[in-house]
């Protein structure tokens, strides 16, 4: 070997050792930063997962700096080769790809003869409107629509920063329409098409609700019900009790969920903290939401934490630049009380140790105020993104067959 080709190999070798270290320097940073209550059931496990997903978002991070791919589309890379080798259906399952007015959705047909027609359900995946799939949520539709016989639509919408507001939720509502318009073909009841989600998902499938019930297509039924899990309700105030006590639980802290909302929403990060401290809400506008997000509208062993609130003016610039988030399309928990009468029986399931737990909890205070039936459930050990790994061996979470069992039981009321 002549010297030239040692120093050229001695050189990359250096480089990515350079890479190695700072890779393992910023997961280890990260991984400091985050806290695991004793109450979450396998907590080594929990430590591995986010180990391995904030690995993937700092090397996405470092290689996007580098100028040799997009963080985003190295992430969502990654989440689909977590997903391995496309299985084939289970016995009693038809599974097709398809496009409904021109969006991919998979449908999933139980293929067992039935006596009378099926319900229908609207699934819309989690992911921050950033990421998430339809393969990655293959496994969770699968056993929805096997466990209680429904047919299942999973939508893969527009995700952002590619396409904000209101793309991701145009495509939802286009692929229902088109499902209710053809809902005999696949031997279901067009009055029984329920919309769910979870997380991101969910707040799609609220945010579609309340669309339709004030825009409703005279050819076409209502939705249903809503089967909401985990979701991200409202962008008013990120320093609720939830949001404190869980601020640094994996897989979701506190500051992405605001990074979430903005990426979504218009994709300036430059206020990101702003809104995180409140001040993005003019002193009016907080008045009138306190009396839905006020932390006295929880029970009362939810409530620890909301001393730690934070008091601040709110920034009219910043104000500007957010206002579009307050709207009900992005933060139906801000809905007024005239549309989410309108609401279908919805049923809510939140978790213990998620920052996002009381949206769900206040959303499901304000519709019982209100009248509409709904159901509310709290997984003790959750924590958020639970049925991302549902289904995954090893990875699955006792939590997540627990919320299961809840979802296909109140699907099954439909």
């Given at each position: 070997?002549?010297?030239?080709?040692?120093?050229?190999?001695?050189?990359?070798?250096?480089?990515?050792?350079?890479?190695?270290?700072?890779?393992?320097?910023?997961?280890?940073?990260?991984?400091?930063?985050?806290?695991?209550?004793?109450?979450?059931?396998?907590?080594?496990?929990?430590?591995?997962?986010?180990?391995?997903?904030?690995?993937?978002?700092?090397?996405?991070?470092?290689?996007?700096r580098l100028g040799l791919c997009n963080q985003v589309n190295f992430n969502r890379w990654c989440s689909d080769r977590?997903?391995?080798?496309?299985?084939?259906?289970?016995?009693?399952?038809?599974?097709?790809?398809?496009?409904?007015?021109?969006?991919?959705?998979?449908?999933?047909?139980?293929?067992?003869?039935?006596?009378?027609?099926?319900?229908?359900?609207?699934?819309?995946?989690?992911?921050?409107?950033?990421?998430?799939?339809?393969?990655?949520?293959?496994?969770?539709?699968?056993?929805?629509?096997?466990?209680?016989?429904?047919?299942?639509?999973?939508?893969?919408?527009?995700?952002?920063?590619?396409?904000?507001?209101?793309?991701?939720?145009?495509?939802?509502?286009?692929?229902?329409?088109?499902?209710?318009?053809?809902?005999?073909?696949?031997?279901?009841?067009?009055?029984?098409?329920?919309?769910?989600?979870?997380?991101?998902?969910?707040?799609?499938?609220?945010?579609?609700?309340?669309?339709?019930?004030?825009?409703?297509?005279?050819?076409?039924?209502?939705?249903?019900?809503?089967?909401?899990?985990?979701?991200?309700?409202?962008?008013?105030?990120?320093?609720?009790?939830?949001?404190?006590?869980?601020?640094?639980?994996?897989?979701?802290?506190?500051?992405?969920?605001?990074?979430?909302?903005?990426?979504?929403?218009?994709?300036?990060?430059?206020?990101?903290?702003?809104?995180?401290?409140?001040?993005?809400?003019?002193?009016?506008?907080?008045?009138?939401?306190?009396?839905?997000?006020?932390?006295?509208?929880?029970?009362?062993?939810?409530?620890?934490?909301?001393?730690?609130?934070?008091?601040?003016?709110?920034?009219?610039?910043?104000?500007?630049?957010?206002?579009?988030?307050?709207?009900?399309?992005?933060?139906?928990?801000?809905?007024?009380?005239?549309?989410?009468?309108?609401?279908?029986?919805?049923?809510?399931?939140?978790?213990?140790?998620?920052v996002l737990r009381d949206d769900g909890i206040l959303y499901w205070k304000r519709l019982q105020d209100l009248g509409?039936?709904?159901?509310?459930?709290?997984?003790?050990?959750?924590?958020?993104?639970?049925m991302n790994f549902f289904s995954k061996g090893w990875m699955s979470f006792p939590a997540g067959v627990k919320a299961?069992?809840?979802?296909?039981?109140?699907?099954?009321?439909?």
């Open positions: 070997m002549d010297i030239g080709t040692a120093i050229l190999i001695i050189g990359v070798a250096a480089l990515v050792a350079a890479f190695c270290l700072l890779a393992i320097g910023l997961v280890f940073s990260e991984l400091m930063n985050s806290k695991i209550p004793p109450g979450i059931s396998h907590p080594g496990k929990l430590h591995f997962l986010h180990c391995f997903i904030v690995g993937i978002a700092v090397v996405g991070r470092i290689l996007e977590m997903v391995g080798r496309k299985r084939p259906p289970p016995v009693g399952l038809r599974i097709k790809d398809s496009t409904f007015a021109g969006v991919p959705v998979r449908i999933y047909e139980p293929t067992a003869v039935s006596e009378r027609t099926r319900r229908g359900l609207m699934y819309f995946h989690g992911g921050g409107w950033v990421v998430g799939s339809i393969d990655l949520y293959d496994g969770v539709c699968r056993h929805i629509a096997k466990e209680s016989d429904t047919v299942v639509v999973s939508v893969g919408y527009r995700l952002a920063p590619e396409h904000r507001f209101p793309a991701g939720l145009d495509d939802c509502e286009l692929a229902t329409h088109h499902f209710l318009s053809v809902a005999a073909e696949f031997n279901v009841d067009p009055l029984r098409v329920a919309l769910g989600g979870d997380s991101a998902g969910g707040n799609l499938a609220a945010a579609l609700s309340q669309r339709l019930a004030t825009s409703p297509d005279g050819h076409l039924p209502s939705p249903c019900g809503l089967v909401l899990v985990y979701p991200a309700l409202q962008m008013a105030d990120f320093n609720l009790p939830s949001y404190w006590q869980n601020h640094a639980v994996p897989v979701l802290f506190r500051a992405r969920m605001a990074f979430y909302f903005l990426q979504y929403l218009n994709g300036d990060m430059s206020v990101c903290q702003d809104v995180l401290e409140g001040r993005h809400v003019p002193a009016e506008l907080k008045l009138h939401y306190s009396k839905w997000l006020d932390p006295s509208n929880l029970p009362p062993e939810f409530r620890d934490g909301a001393q730690n609130q934070v008091a601040t003016a709110h920034d009219g610039e910043v104000y500007h630049i957010v206002k579009g988030g307050l709207e009900p399309g992005i933060s139906p928990l801000l809905a007024p009380d005239d549309v989410l009468r309108l609401t279908p029986p919805t049923f809510i399931l939140t978790c213990q140790y998620d509409v039936k709904v159901t509310w459930y709290n997984v003790p050990d959750g924590f958020h993104g639970i299961m069992e809840q979802i296909v039981s109140y699907i099954k009321t439909l």
